[in-house]
């Protein structure tokens, strides 16, 4: 699985001297199109993700997970607007660490296993066993 990776890495490094010529291939509203399908598609899981549980049951889609959904989602937004550049690119990842530092005091990220496994987190006193 590795060496895949491995070699699939230098296929999208090559492809990238290609990517101009390619790129006329694909009008921007048939890339719109596409991306726009892709993400209507995949909603549905999303959606799921954001319930952490069963449909159905009382746990899904509670309040504090549908408020960290939407600030998380706020994030992302607002860095993707209001920055450029590598900031503006890393939005998602961006908006996934705070989402998960929103997640710990909120009680929604099991940490024991972190903290046992690292000493200097036990010292931090934000965060208990």
């Known amino acids: 699985m590795l060496g895949a990776a491995f070699v699939g890495s230098f296929l999208v490094v090559a492809q990238v001297f290609y990517m101009s ?3 006329k ?3 921007d509203i048939v890339s719109g ?3 726009t399908l892709i993400g209507l598609t995949i909603l549905p899981v ?3 993700w954001i319930g952490d549980a069963p449909q159905g049951h009382p746990e899904f889609a509670t309040l504090p997970k549908v408020f960290l959904a939407a600030a998380s989602l706020a994030v992302v937004i ?3 607007v209001f ?3 590598v900031v503006a690119a890393s939005s998602i990842i961006i908006g996934l ?6 997640a710990i005091p909120m009680g ?3 940490v024991t296993r972190l903290v046992k496994r690292t000493g200097w987190l036990r010292r931090c006193r934000c965060i208990s066993e």
């Open 97 to 102: 660490a705070a989402g998960y530092m929103m």
């Open 46 to 48: 999303a959606m799921n």
């Open 108 to 110: 929604m990220v099991d």
């Open 25 to 27: 291939l694909f009008p």
């Open 21 to 23: 010529h390619i790129r």
């Open 78 to 80: 607002g860095v993707s």
């Open 33 to 35: 199109v596409v991306v």
């Open 83 to 85: 920055c450029k550049g």
